[in-house]
């Protein structure tokens, strides 16, 4: 999707006049560097912002970029990940990308670029459609923004039943995913969710919580800190946060208007502070709830909850004890291991060691080996 920080550069370039290009990782095949969605702004003096993954694949986005601009057209890149390119991107196999590069135009763009950072603070759910190869009267590049209750913006010549119709799928679906569409007209569409941005909510202003704020934000999250305590949940500690809530725990956490985005970090300064938060939090559509704590402290929380009427399938989905085994001991150490069990919860993944197989080792040790024999 388009990240928050591209989207304010977006505005920023579209209200000074200056033109810039979008390559969008529309397709993926095999293993790639990046998921579809992923995308890199390229200015007119050859400046970017975000990533293709980088290599010589980004490389040629960034030329075709260039030239998209000084032609005004647009066009899609397709590449197969051979032997070679892999070894440069440090992938142990390969696969395919498509990239669509397109320079962003047209009247309908500052008030689009506008309505998706809009759509962003207010954490709207919807979906982002691109035309990829036009047909008829639709131009490539051109974008429409449909959001979940029926309401769109942009490009409203896209807007025809068949891509709201995709989009409508997106936005229903429980686990939204991008796709590439073709009209019966032979129009080709990337239909892409607009999730709203992740968020962490921080139950808890010590020195963990601070870690864990900051690993967040570093990653591009929305920050919340809740604390009943107004020395630590404070613009002091937390420079950076989007929310700073003093109050009761589990009153706050209960008011407050967590998502199906929101992941919950539970890291009090006792077990009264969070039991109250995880009565809280368990309550919630949040995708992730973790506790910080010992494992017969879990035990006696969920006991409680139970008796209170806690469902045992939704104790079953809180992560407790917090974290990825990563042999944290610092508070930092100990956010890093919060945040990288956050996004595995998101991404999906099995938190296990990327290592190379040790088999792969040994059979390039042995074709390393020199050769010996006579003429």
Not at 27 to 40: F, I, N, V, W, Y
Not at 133 to 155: F, H, I, N, Y
Not at 188 to 207: D, Q
Not at 317 to 331: C, F, N, R, S, Y
Request: glycine residues 10%; contains cysteine.
């Amino acid at each position: 999707m388009i990240t928050t920080d591209l989207l304010d550069e977006m505005a920023r370039l579209l209200a000074a006049g200056r033109p810039f290009a979008l390559g969008t990782l529309i397709d993926t095949r095999g293993s790639t560097p990046q998921k579809a969605g992923a995308r890199l702004l390229v200015r007119a003096d050859g400046s970017t912002l975000g990533t293709l993954g980088g290599g010589c694949v980004e490389a040629e986005a960034w030329q075709a970029a260039s030239e998209a601009l000084a032609s005004d057209t647009a066009r899609v890149l397709d590449f197969e990940l051979t032997e070679d390119i892999a070894v440069d991107y440090g992938l142990a196999c390969g696969g395919n990308e498509r990239i669509f590069v397109a320079p962003v135009r047209g009247t309908t763009a500052p008030a689009l670029v506008a309505a998706l950072r809009e759509g962003a603070r207010r954490r709207r759910r919807g979906a982002l459609v691109t035309v990829i190869s036009p047909a008829d009267s639709l131009r490539a590049g051109e974008m429409l923004a449909v959001w979940d209750d029926g309401t769109t913006q942009g490009a409203a010549i896209v807007a025809g039943d068949d891509a709201l119709a995709a989009a409508r799928a997106v936005i229903d679906a429980p686990r939204p995913q991008t796709h590439v569409m073709r009209l019966p007209d032979g129009a080709e569409l990337f239909v892409e969710p607009l999730a709203p941005p992740t968020e962490v909510i921080v139950v808890g202003g010590g020195h963990v919580g601070r870690a864990v704020a900051s690993a967040a934000k570093f990653l591009g999250h929305a920050v919340a800190v809740i604390d009943d305590r107004s020395d630590f949940a404070s613009r002091e500690r937390f420079p950076d946060a989007d929310a700073l809530v003093v109050g009761d725990v589990e009153q706050e956490l209960l008011a407050y208007p967590a998502t199906s985005s929101s992941a919950i970090v539970i890291v009090t300064r006792g077990h009264k502070w969070d039991y109250q938060a995880l009565s809280a939090g368990a309550r919630s559509p949040a995708f992730y709830v973790g506790l910080m704590g010992s494992r017969r402290k879990v035990a006696l929380i969920y006991r409680q909850l139970m008796i209170d009427g806690v469902p045992e399938w939704r104790l079953r989905q809180v992560h407790a004890p917090i974290g990825l085994d990563i042999g944290a001991v610092t508070p930092e150490e100990i956010g890093i291991s919060i945040i990288a069990e956050v996004t595995q919860a998101r991404r999906g993944g099995t938190g296990a060691p990327l290592t190379v197989d040790a088999r792969i080792v040994e059979r390039q040790h042995a074709h390393a080996q020199p050769r010996t024999g006579g003429a």
